[in-house]
C-alpha cells in the first residue's frame, strides 16, 4: 500500500499453554536425569501423555494477519475477548515477538497500553514526568519542551513537586495520560486507556486524540466499547480467533460484528416467500434500522430519531392485525414493546404489501447494542393477541453518544447503565427567603 | 523498523542503547532518590554500610580469627576489600533482577531493555565512588598516622579493574537474569551464590596465606586478580599478576558476549512466560 506507515504481514504468534519447563531448576534437572537414565518422566501426572518439559497445548493468538495502515489513518480494532487484539498491540509496541511474520513500521510508534507505566510513587510529579516521558521514548530537551503542556493539560500546576503517592487517583491518571498525549508520535497505539479518569477529562483525551489524528498522524486504537469505536475511528478490523476476519468502513466492519456476535445485522429480509416467518395469512418480508434518511444503518447516532421498517405482506383479507416490535439492550433488558395504535388498524386491511416504519425518538434509548424483534399480531378477547407472524432478534443496532455535550450524558464519562436515557428538561428556581 | 520473530544474535542494538541514554540517567536518577527517600539518614547510608561491615571483619577475621592481612593495617585491608566487593556484588545481585522486578513495566512498553542493568551498573558505580573516596580518605588517615601504605602507580590501573568488576557484575547479571525466567530458584542461588564466591576471592584474606593446593582455585575466580591489583595499587601490598589480570579480562569479555547473547534472545518473548 502506497504511504504505509504499518505493514503487517503474515503474523502469527503462537502461546504455549500452561507452564514452559516446570518452574523450577531442579524438577527440570530431575526430568533430565530420569530422560538420561531411560526412565519416565517423574513430574507427569500418571495417564498424561509424555510432551517432554511441556505440558498443555498451544494457542494460535494471531494466525497470518495482513493489514496495512496508510498515514493518517485512525484505525479501530475490534473482536471478542481472546481474538488476539492485545496480542496484536503487544507486538507492535514490540513487547513481545511474533513467532512468524513481520511488520514494518515507518516512523516513531508509541504505545499506551496502560496509562502511568514507569511511575514512581516516590518521585515528585515533575521527576515523574521526565522519567515517564523517557519510558515512553522522548528524550530530556523533547520532554522540557513539552513539560508547561503537560503540566496544564494535566491540571496539576499546584502539585507538580509533590511526590505522586500523595496524588488522587483522578490526579495520578490525568498525569499518566497527559504524558502520553503530548509525546506527538506519528504513530499512536491506545488500548482502552480512555476508559479512565473523569468525565470532562476524558472528553478532552477524546479530543486530543482527534487532534492526534488531524495532524496527520496514525492512531490504532483497541476498544470493546463500539460507540467510541464508531465516533474515533473510520477504519476498523474485525478480528476473531486470531484472525483478521474483516477490514473495512467502520459501520460495515461494526454491523458485521454484531452479526457475527448476535447473528443479526441491521437489516433482515425473507426473499423467498416459504422461509419468510409467517402462515397464509401474513408474511414478514424484511425488517431494517434506518436513519432519518432512510438509509440502513447498524449506528444510530443517540441524538437522532430512527427508524424501524417493517415490510410485510397481506395474503388475503381476514382479520386485523398489527405491527408490533419489541426492543431489547445488550444487558437482555426488555427496554420497549409498541405497536402501531392508528384507526387504519382496527380493521381487516386488504391484501397487498405493506411497508410500516415505526419512528423512535432521539434521546430516549441509552448508548450499546440493542436488539429488535418484530411481529404482526392480532389481538384477540380476554386481553391476549395472537402473533400471525414474528422475528425474534431480527435486527440488532448500534446507539453511539458522539460525545459532544449536547446529550443527557453531559460532560459524564463514566459507565451508564439504565435501559433509556432521555435527555430531560430541568427547571431550576431559588427561593432566598426560604433558608433561615 | 521492522519486527521480525527472531533477531541476529549478536544484532545488540548498541545504537538504540545510546538514544535512550536520557532514560537510563533517569533511571539511575529514580534508583538514587527512590532509595533514600524517607530514610532518616539519606545517602550516609551509603559510607555507613562499608564502614560497618569493615569493623564487623576487622573484629571477627582480624582480631578473633587472626589472619594475616600481607603486613596492612586491618582496617584498610578490609576496608579495600569490602569497598570493591561490595560493587561486583550489588552489580550482580540488582541486574541479575532485570526481568523479574520490571516485568509490570517491560510488559507494557518497550524500551531497550539493556537499559535497565546499564543504569544499575551506573547507579552503583555512584555509590562505589562515594565509598571510594571515603576509603581514600581512611588511607590519607593512616598514611598520616605512619601507617605502611603505599599507593603505586598501579592505581592507574583503577578505572581498567572497575571497568572488569561492572562488565563481571553486568555480564553474570544478564545470565542470571535471563535463565530466572524460566527458573525461579536462580534468584536464591545468587543470594547465597555470591556470598559463597566473597569466601572464594581474596576479600577477607590475601593470597600469600593461601596453601599451595588451594591457589589454583583463587586464581580461577576471574575477581581474585581484580581485588588482589586494586590492593596492591592502593595500598602496596600483595601481587599483580599480568597474566591473571588478561585471564579475568578474557573472562569478562566472554561472559558478556555470552550474556548479550541470551539476554538479547530472552528480551523478544520473555513476557509469554512471566
Not at chain 1, 215 to 241: Q, W
Not at chain 1, 306 to 319: A, K, T
Not at chain 1, 368 to 383: D, E, Q, R, V
Request: proline share 5%; charged share 20%; glycine share 8%.
Amino acid at each position: 500500500m502506497k504511504n504505509a506507515v504499518i505493514s503487517v504481514e503474515n503474523l502469527t504468534k503462537i502461546y504455549r499453554l500452561g507452564q514452559i519447563g516446570t518452574g523450577t531448576l531442579s524438577n527440570d534437572l530431575k526430568i533430565w536425569l530420569a530422560k538420561a537414565r531411560g526412565k519416565p518422566n517423574p513430574m507427569l501426572r500418571i495417564g498424561e501423555s509424555d510432551h517432554g518439559n511441556r505440558s498443555g497445548g498451544t494457542i494460535w493468538a494471531l494466525t497470518n494477519v495482513d493489514f496495512a495502515v496508510r498515514q493518517g489513518e485512525v484505525l479501530g480494532i475490534i473482536g471478542q475477548n481472546g481474538a488476539g487484539k492485545s496480542t496484536l498491540l503487544k507486538i507492535l509496541s514490540r513487547v513481545t515477538a511474533p513467532t512468524s511474520g513481520r511488520v514494518r513500521i515507518s516512523g516513531r510508534l508509541a504505545s499506551l497500553l496502560e496509562v502511568g507505566t514507569g511511575f514512581h510513587p516516590e518521585l515528585t510529579g515533575r521527576e515523574n514526568i521526565f522519567l515517564n516521558g523517557a519510558i515512553l521514548g522522548m528524550n530530556k530537551p523533547e520532554i522540557a519542551r513539552k513539560f508547561d503542556a503537560i503540566v496544564a493539560f494535566a491540571e496539576i500546576e499546584k502539585f507538580i513537586d509533590t511526590p505522586v503517592k500523595r496524588y488522587s487517583s483522578g490526579m495520578y491518571v490525568r498525569l499518566a495520560f497527559a504524558v502520553a498525549a503530548n509525546l506527538d508520535p506519528e504513530i499512536l497505539v491506545i488500548d482502552e486507556v480512555l476508559a479512565v479518569g473523569d468525565a470532562a477529562f476524558q472528553k478532552k483525551c477524546i479530543g486530543k486524540m482527534g487532534d492526534v489524528a488531524k495532524g496527520g498522524r496514525t492512531v490504532l486504537f483497541v476498544s470493546h466499547n463500539m460507540a467510541t469505536i464508531a465516533r474515533l475511528c473510520e477504519r476498523v478490523l474485525l478480528l476473531d480467533k486470531g484472525r483478521l476476519i474483516q477490514d473495512g468502513g467502520a459501520e460495515e466492519v461494526i454491523a458485521h460484528y454484531l452479526r457475527g456476535g448476535l447473528g443479526v445485522a441491521a437489516k433482515k429480509e425473507w426473499m423467498r416467500m416459504e422461509e419468510a416467518p409467517g402462515n397464509d395469512f401474513v408474511r414478514l418480508r424484511s425488517v431494517s434500522v434506518v436513519d432519518s434518511g432512510r438509509r440502513v444503518t447498524s449506528i444510530v447516532d443517540i441524538r437522532e430519531p430512527f427508524g424501524v421498517e417493517i415490510i410485510f405482506d397481506i395474503l388475503c383479507l381476514r382479520d386485523k392485525v398489527v405491527p408490533w416490535l419489541v426492543l431489547y439492550n445488550e444487558r437482555e433488558e426488555h427496554v420497549f414493546s409498541a405497536f402501531d395504535t392508528s384507526e387504519a388498524w382496527r380493521t381487516p386491511r386488504p391484501k397487498g404489501r405493506y411497508q410500516t416504519t415505526a419512528w423512535i425518538p432521539g434521546n430516549l434509548l441509552n448508548e450499546g447494542t440493542h436488539t429488535l424483534s418484530a411481529s404482526l399480531n392480532t389481538f384477540i378477547p380476554g386481553g391476549r393477541n395472537i402473533r400471525q407472524a414474528a422475528a425474534e432478534r431480527a435486527v440488532a443496532f448500534q446507539v453511539v453518544d458522539p460525545g459532544e455535550g449536547d446529550t443527557s450524558r453531559g460532560d459524564y464519562g463514566g459507565i451508564w447503565t439504565a435501559p433509556i436515557r432521555p435527555l430531560l428538561k430541568w427547571d431550576t428556581s431559588c427561593h432566598r427567603s426560604q433558608v433561615p | 523498523m521492522i519486527i521480525r520473530p527472531h533477531r541476529n544474535l549478536f544484532d545488540l542494538r548498541l545504537r538504540e542503547l545510546w538514544r535512550s541514554r536520557d532514560l537510563i540517567m533517569l533511571f539511575v536518577r529514580r534508583d538514587f532518590v527512590s532509595v533514600y527517600k524517607q530514610t532518616v539518614l539519606g545517602p550516609l547510608w551509603y559510607l555507613i554500610q562499608p564502614l560497618l561491615t569493615t569493623i564487623t571483619y576487622t573484629f571477627i577475621f582480624g582480631r578473633i580469627a587472626g589472619l594475616p592481612t600481607d603486613g596492612l593495617p586491618q582496617f584498610l585491608f578490609y576496608m579495600s576489600g569490602t569497598v570493591i566487593w561490595t560493587y561486583f556484588a550489588s552489580c550482580l545481585t540488582k541486574t541479575s533482577e532485570t526481568f523479574i522486578s520490571n516485568a509490570a513495566l517491560f510488559g507494557k512498553v518497550y524500551f531497550p531493555r539493556l537499559s535497565v542493568p546499564v543504569s544499575i551498573l551506573i547507579s552503583n558505580l555512584v555509590a562505589f565512588s562515594i565509598q571510594f573516596v571515603f576509603f581514600l580518605v581512611f588511607i590519607g588517615f593512616f598514611a598520616w598516622h605512619g601507617a605502611a601504605v603505599h599507593p603505586n602507580r598501579w592505581v592507574l590501573l583503577a578505572p581498567v579493574l572497575v571497568l572488569m568488576m561492572a562488565g563481571l557484575g553486568l555480564g553474570l547479571g544478564i545470565i542470571v537474569s535471563s535463565l530466572t525466567t524460566k527458573y525461579r530458584d536462580l534468584r536464591f542461588l545468587v543470594q547465597f551464590g555470591v556470598q559463597l564466591l566473597m569466601y572464594a576471592t581474596p576479600v577477607i584474606y590475601p593470597v600469600s596465606s593461601i596453601p599451595q593446593r588451594f591457589k589454583l582455585l583463587i586464581q580461577l575466580n576471574p575477581m581474585s586478580p581484580v581485588v588482589e591489583t586494586f590492593r596492591y595499587a592502593f595500598l602496596g601490598a600483595g601481587t599483580v599478576n599480568l597474566p591473571s589480570l588478561a585471564y579475568s579480562f578474557g573472562f569478562m569479555l566472554i561472559v558478556i558476549l555470552i550474556g548479550a547473547v541470551i539476554f538479547n534472545r530472552v528480551e523478544a518473548t520473555f513476557m509469554d512466560t512471566v
